[in-house]
């Protein structure tokens, strides 16, 4: 995939908007893995103040674009704050295949999540 074509899909995100007013954040995938046929499991890193707004897949023939969106309250954020990585969900119109899944913001391929089973 080409470079303007990465770009020319970040140029088209809409921006989202928060249904309660709180301000919101992109939020960088760091992994994904396909936990059934259509059904991605993204990989994010968020604050027990964040919440989720919008997480969303577009499929191309050669990829899917994913992207995160997150709201967060100002007056609880601190000046410490604990990340955790933590999962979400979106949905796909066919199973992703060979596909690269490849994050809307940042233009980067996600990589592929292996859980560490122990």
Known sequence: MSDATREDHRNRCPPS?????LPQRACKCIGFREREHGRLQLRIVMSSDEGICDAIAEETDDCVFVRVILCYDEATQGPSVDYTDCPTHV???QPLGERAVIDAFTGGQ????VPDWG
């Open 17 to 21: 908007r928060c249904p309660i007013g």
């Open 91 to 93: 949905y796909l119109e």
């Open 110 to 113: 996600v990589p592929p999540f």
